[in-house]
């Protein structure tokens, strides 16, 4: 089982950019959510996404979107990149059953200049 | 709404010494609270999970924490830290059955001092 993986690994944007993340899930998950962790900070919730929609979000603007695959992988989208976008983004997957207990991708570490 | 408080954002124990790590939750529902590890570049990892069944929950490496309602703390605790212990802990509220929303505590870097 490969567990949670994440592409890239880190990633440097300038600011005004767009970036794509990715994330597959653990094997026979089909719910994923990402976070977002800013230095020194816990993760923030973005949103999750089950069955190709987001089921729930978090207070992120709209410059961040995403997008679920029918083979539950999922996309993080964030337009018009800001300096403050800097962090971790991490991706978790779950059971929507239990969509509690999740499990997490190593994370991509995007750099905005 | 659920809320979660790490009362150290930093804690400095030696080997072989116990480890403790608070965490008090604010919850209208039912919650179930988690403890994460994260060490240096690297993914989250559970160490464990309360969800309403006994109080005294039993994770992985030795870790273990008392839900108390009474006191709404969800305290980490470990008889004798080892240096493989240092990183970042993070406790973790969720309302089941409701919004599932996990909240994130801003987490306590555990130091191991030699």
């Known amino acids: 089982d490969a567990g949670v993986t994440q592409s890239p690994t880190h990633l440097i944007k300038t600011r005004g950019q767009q970036v794509t993340l990715r994330c597959s899930p653990k094997s026979g998950h089909d719910t994923v959510s990402w976070y977002q962790q800013a230095l020194g900070q816990g993760p923030q919730f973005i949103f999750q996404y089950y069955e190709e929609e987001e089921r729930q979000r978090g207070n992120f603007p709209d410059r961040f979107s995403g997008h679920q695959f029918p083979n539950y992988s999922s996309e993080l989208n964030v337009n018009a990149l800001l300096l403050g976008d800097s962090a971790l983004y991490l991706c978790?997957?779950?059971?929507?059953?239990?969509?509690?207990?999740?499990?997490f991708g190593p994370g991509t570490r995007l750099t905005v200049l | 709404a659920q809320s979660v408080t790490q009362l150290d954002s930093h804690v400095s124990v030696s080997e072989g010494t116990p480890v403790l790590l608070r965490c008090n939750y604010s919850s209208s529902y039912s919650p179930s609270l988690f403890w994460y590890v994260q060490h240096p570049n690297k993914g989250l990892q559970l160490l464990l999970k309360y969800t309403s069944a006994a109080t005294l929950v039993k994770g992985i490496n030795g870790f273990e924490a008392e839900f108390k309602k009474s006191e709404t703390s969800f305290h980490l605790t470990k008889p004798s830290a080892h240096m493989s212990d240092a990183a970042e802990y993070f406790c973790?509220?969720?309302?089941?059955?409701?919004?599932?929303?996990?909240?994130f505590g801003k987490g306590t870097r555990l130091h191991i001092l030699p």
């Open positions: 978790a997957s779950s059971l929507v059953l239990v969509s509690y207990e999740q499990f």
């Open positions: 973790v509220v969720t309302e089941r059955g409701r919004d599932d929303k996990i909240i």
